[in-house]
């Protein structure tokens, strides 16, 4: 499970090191916080720009949750924590 674990994390990363320069374009970033395997549920902190943007909810479904999907297709929902 370990192992499962490990690149489920690896997964994740890869896949907020590919939606981070779209982020920081903005003057935003996201931070990974926490990989909840057995609800298969991410939870992610938007950052600067990110916090009180008005489409941030957009941002977090349609790009930060598709692409963690498209690298670690076992997470069904992605949430933000402030």
């Given at each position: 499970?370990e ?27 996201i ?5 909840n ?46």
């Amino acid at each position: 499970m370990e192992v499962a674990n490990h690149e489920l994390r690896a997964n994740v990363e890869k896949a907020l090191e590919e939606i981070r320069p779209f982020l920081r374009n903005d003057g935003g970033d996201i931070s990974l916080v926490e990989i909840n395997a057995e609800e298969n549920m991410v939870k992610v902190q938007l950052e600067g720009a990110c916090v009180g943007c008005s489409v941030n909810q957009m941002t977090l479904k349609s790009g930060v949750e598709m692409t963690i999907k498209k690298y670690a297709p076992q997470i069904e929902k992605v949430i933000n924590v402030n």
